[in-house]
């Protein structure tokens, strides 16, 4: 009976393992590119949450080898069972931090004054949004060569050597692929302040896409242009304001770590998006994408499929291949690409 314990364990042992590492590795993969947090923040939190799933197949396979070899389970040298001690008592110390974290998200996400109602009458008492801890990590992007970010693009984007901007200090960009079109451009910079600020464009005549936007959040101006201002913070302090707007088939997003509302910084972001100078698109031949259609829940709406097709269409079909179908699907789908709230 033993032995069949013991064999069942290290089998369990090996299904951890494999579902652990599985586990980790699109975690990390999904917090550096999703996420784009930093690569070796994004090791450490992954490498401290999986100490328990790790240290949980090692048990069984001691467990299991022992019984299989009839062998008792603990250990008999009083230096062998102090050592296990010691061992326990770091895995519980270690799980402490990250449970305690967990936690106070999901008291965070429960709590009544953080509701979408009370969001809403908060906003409007302070002007900016108060969020859970954790909610602002997708802001924190990590740069790498702005030389290997803009080697593949599929687009030009905005010249800034006669902006403020470059007498910033340069932290690197990051590239990003919309339908497995590189159309996203991330550009960090440090102001002499210290201030970290973003700089986020999307040419979406490169990769097909359709962005609507309600008029009635946007009600700031980039050089004529409608925009959106949003400003969060967190309980530690933490703050982003970010400022969105779209240029004809450009779409920016400027955000920088501070709030501008308790800060008087309102200005200078706002003059940041303005000296950026006008955009040339990828496709300026682009047939214009049809008008962005709602439902009834406000959201996006799927165009109903024709009834038919022309024999023109039919023929163009097999010469447009994956490209043509990809776009077409992208543009049937208005909530593919959002601008960040």
């Given amino acids: 009976m033993k032995k069949h314990i013991g064999r069942l364990l290290l089998i369990v042992r090996h299904l951890i393992n494999a579902v652990s590492v599985l586990g980790a590795m699109v975690y990390v993969a999904g917090m550096t590119l999703w996420m784009h947090a930093p690569v070796m923040q994004a090791l450490q939190l992954t490498a401290l949450v999986k100490v328990w799933p790790l240290a949980l197949p090692w048990f069984c396979g001691r467990i299991g080898q022992r019984l299989r070899q009839q062998s008792p389970v603990m250990p ?62 997708r802001f924190d992007i990590a740069f790498g060569s702005l030389e290997r970010a803009t080697r593949k693009l599929a687009f030009k984007p905005v010249d800034l050597t006669r902006t403020p901007f470059s007498t910033f200090e340069a932290l690197g960009g990051l590239s990003e692929s919309v339908v497995n079109v590189p159309s996203r451009l991330y550009r960090g910079f440090r102001m002499p302040d210290g201030h970290r600020i973003t700089l986020l464009e999307q040419d979406m005549s490169a990769d097909g896409t359709r962005l609507w936007r309600d008029p009635k959040d946007e009600p700031e101006r980039i050089n004529g242009l409608p925009a959106r201002l949003t400003v969060k913070e967190d309980s530690s302090g933490t703050s982003v304001s970010n400022l969105s707007w779209t240029e004809g088939r450009r779409s920016y997003e400027l955000w920088i770590d501070a709030n501008v509302i308790t800060m008087p910084m309102r200005e200078q972001l706002f003059a940041l998006a303005a000296s950026l100078p006008r955009s040339v698109p990828a496709c300026p031949n682009e047939k214009p994408p049809k008008p962005g259609r709602r439902g009834p829940d406000g959201f996006a709406a799927d165009e ?17 291949g994956l490209a043509g179908n990809r776009r077409s699907d992208v543009q049937a789908s208005t909530h593919l690409v959002s601008a960040r709230p």
Avoid: H, W
């Avoid at 979408?116 to 859970?132: H, M, P, W, Y």
């Avoid at 097709?309 to 447009?320: F, I």
């Fill in 76 to 137: 008999s040298s009083p230096a062998a069972r102090a050592l296990l001690a010691v061992a326990g008592l770091v895995m519980i110390g270690s799980a402490v931090p990250t449970a305690a974290k967990v936690f106070k998200q999901y008291q965070c996400s429960i709590d009544p004054s953080y509701s979408a109602a009370a969001r809403e009458k908060q906003i409007l008492s302070d002007g900016f949004e108060r969020v859970c801890d954790g909610d602002l990590d």
């Fill in 304 to 320: 109903p499929m024709p009834a038919s097709l022309s024999q023109g269409e039919m023929d163009a079909m097999p010469n447009q």
